[in-house]
Each structure stands twice: as C-alpha cells, then as structure tokens.
C-alpha cells in the first residue's frame, strides 16, 4: 500500500494539471449557475430596512425614524398592505416589555401590496408620538416586523433634557475619594450641554481606559469619535488648580471645542484665552492629586498602567 501511494498521487496531480474541455467548461458553468440560482432562492425577495436619526435623544426631541421594504429580486414581490406597515413596528424596553404602536394610521406608507424588481416603499414617523412611553428617560429597542419579512432593529436612548437654567454637577466616584464639580452654565452653556449630556448618555462610562494623565492635568476622553466637536466658547474664568475645561480640537477654542475633560492640577495661566473653561472642583482634588501620581505607560499616552476604575454621574441642581 506504501508503494501505491506515491503513484496515486502522481495520478491525481496529473488530472488536475490536464485542461479543461470546451464540455467541462460547460458542465463547470451550468453547476456554477445552480449555485446561484439555490442562493438566490434561499435569499429573501424583500427587506427591510430600520433607521433613527441618532443614538441618543433628549426629552421632547422629535425621535425621526425610516422604515423601508425593498424588493431585492428580478422578480415582482407581494407585500403586506404598505398602508399597515407602521402597525410592524415595536418597542422593547430596557426590562425587556414589548410595545405596539399607538395611532399607527397617522404614518401609512403608500397603498400597495406588490414591488417591481428594485422597487422600495417605506415611511417616516416620531417614534415619541408612537410610543408615549418615550416621554421617560431610558435605553430602547426600536423594531420593525413586517410580516413575511426578515425583523431589524436599532437601539437608542433617550436622556433628560438639558436645562439652562439649572446649575449641574459631576460628581466622580474614584479610588481616591469622592470629587465634586460644579458647571458654570453661564459662562460655557454649549461646552456645559454638550458635556452634561455625554455623561447622562454614559459617554464617559468606560474610564478605565480613558483617563489619560498628563503633566499638570487630569483628561477625560469622551468620545470614541475625532469628529465630534462644537463650537468653542470664550470664558473668562481664571485656570487654577481644579479648574476644568473642554480641549480644544485645534490650538484654541477658536477651531471648535470637543467633549474631553481636563482637570488642571496646577494653574495655567498660558492658556488662558486658549480655552473654555466649564466647571470647577469643589470637593475631592486631593484624590485626583493622587490619582495622577499613578505609574503610567512609557509610549507618551499618559494611560495608567493598571485601569482605575472611575464613574461620571450628573445631578441637577434647581
């Protein structure tokens, strides 16, 4: 048998070697076309298609979404009455309870119940006006489920408005101790918003791999995303020790503010003019004077070479 084995190999390397005939080329074809004509029957004809605006709304925000069926196939497709199709939709809360839509009929798609070859029908809506629900800050599940059509789904959530009138708070709970922040909404009321609602949306959750510690500053990266920025805010508010302010996204607030924080923990007097000044410690610098004694790593990141745990919550204030 361990003669034989050489030789069967020989045998097959030179079947593979031999071309293919004008009648294999054929055979190999007509297998390669039933191959796609079982795929596109196991594909589905119609799809549906699900989106919202954004991922985080304030109370009172028009919640906009779009709901789509499009026909992917060469063929006509039958549909369920499009006029219907917003009674598809569901929202699932955060305890898992399931919703259906309230007045549906006020946002019906065109009536039909067929699409050409590439034909799409859909509608708008305001999921808030579907869903009364949604009148309560939470985290949802927004889902379409036409019938006969494979579900989608998108998750959102909805935060209490920002008040401008109102005085907040951060307050971080850190290995250290306590700290307390008090925001000056007065003197940065856009830099304050939009601080104020990343951390209600839990923008600044995973601070175990945003604290970054920098020499005479605390940072608090916000945002996974370069591209989020705002307009910048000219303050001016003294840069002391425990003074907080939002980087700017080029040299000066003038290029347009983002959501990262930094706490100061010496006084900057350089930079004043440069930056916007939001907030000031009133409780706690001495543990994130301790906090940035941390070893930290050698590639110039600043990131600590162990995580430290460290959470954000708001609290407003009449």
């Given at each position: 048998?361990?003669?034989?084995?050489?030789?069967?190999?020989?045998?097959?390397?030179?079947?593979?070697?031999?071309?293919?005939?004008?009648?294999?080329?054929?055979?190999?074809?007509?297998?390669?076309?039933?191959?796609?004509?079982?795929?596109?029957?196991?594909?589905?004809?119609?799809?549906?298609?699900?989106?919202?605006?954004?991922?985080?709304?304030?109370?009172?925000?028009?919640?906009?979404?779009?709901?789509?069926?499009?026909?992917?196939?060469?063929?006509?497709?039958?549909?369920?009455?499009?006029?219907?199709?917003?009674?598809?939709?569901?929202?699932?809360?955060?305890?898992?309870?399931e919703l259906v839509p309230e007045g549906a009929a006020k946002f019906g798609a065109a009536k039909t119940t067929s699409l050409g070859p590439g034909g799409f029908v859909?509608?708008?809506?305001?999921?808030?006006?579907?869903?009364?629900?949604?009148?309560?800050?939470?985290?949802?599940?927004?889902?379409?489920?036409?019938?006969?059509?494979?579900?989608?789904?998108?998750?959102?959530?909805?935060?209490?408005?920002?008040?401008?009138?109102?005085?907040?708070?951060?307050?971080?709970?850190?290995?250290?101790?306590?700290?307390?922040?008090?925001?000056?909404?007065?003197?940065?009321?856009?830099?304050?918003?939009?601080?104020?609602?990343?951390?209600?949306?839990?923008?600044?959750?995973?601070?175990?791999?945003?604290?970054?510690?920098?020499?005479?500053?605390?940072?608090?990266?916000?945002?996974?995303?370069?591209?989020?920025?705002?307009?910048?805010?000219?303050?001016?508010?003294?840069?002391?020790?425990?003074?907080?302010?939002?980087?700017?996204?080029?040299?000066?607030?003038?290029?347009?503010?983002t959501p990262n924080l930094g706490i100061l923990l010496e006084p900057r007097p350089d930079w004043q003019g440069k930056v916007t000044a939001i907030g000031q410690v009133?409780?706690?610098?001495?543990?994130?004077?301790?906090?940035?004694?941390?070893?930290?790593?050698?590639?110039?990141?600043?990131?600590?070479?162990?995580?430290?745990?460290?959470?954000?919550?708001?609290?407003?204030?009449?």
């Amino acid at each position: 048998m361990k003669r034989l084995l050489p030789t069967l190999m020989v045998l097959v390397l030179a079947l593979a070697l031999v071309p293919a005939t004008p009648a294999r080329r054929k055979d190999r074809k007509k297998d390669a076309d039933r191959v796609a004509t079982a795929a596109a029957k196991t594909a589905p004809a119609v799809t549906a298609t699900l989106q919202l605006g954004q991922a985080v709304y304030e109370l009172g925000q028009v919640i906009r979404g779009e709901a789509t069926l499009v026909n992917r196939s060469a063929e006509w497709a039958k549909i369920s009455d499009a006029a219907n199709l917003p009674a598809a939709l569901r929202l699932v809360t955060a305890d898992g309870k399931e919703l259906v839509p309230e007045g549906a009929a006020k946002f019906g798609a065109a009536k039909t119940t067929s699409l050409g070859p590439g034909g799409f029908v859909g509608f708008t809506f305001d999921a808030a006006l579907l869903f009364p629900v949604l009148e309560k800050p939470g985290r949802y599940t927004l889902a379409f489920r036409p019938e006969g059509v494979p579900p989608v789904e998108t998750a959102f959530q909805v935060i209490p408005a920002f008040d401008p009138a109102k005085k907040y708070e951060l307050h971080l709970a850190t290995p250290a101790g306590p700290v307390t922040i008090e925001l000056f909404t007065k003197d940065a009321p856009e830099a304050v918003h939009n601080v104020v609602s990343l951390a209600r949306a839990g923008g600044y959750g995973d601070t175990a791999r945003q604290l970054r510690v920098r020499k005479g500053m605390l940072a608090l990266v916000g945002h996974g995303d370069p591209r989020f920025r705002f307009p910048g805010e000219e303050t001016s508010l003294q840069l002391l020790a425990g003074t907080v302010i939002v980087q700017p996204a080029g040299r000066t607030f003038r290029d347009g503010n983002t959501p990262n924080l930094g706490i100061l923990l010496e006084p900057r007097p350089d930079w004043q003019g440069k930056v916007t000044a939001i907030g000031q410690v009133t409780e706690g610098l001495e543990a994130l004077l301790q906090l940035a004694r941390v070893p930290v790593r050698k590639d110039g990141s600043g990131r600590p070479l162990a995580p430290i745990d460290l959470r954000i919550t708001v609290k407003e204030k009449p």
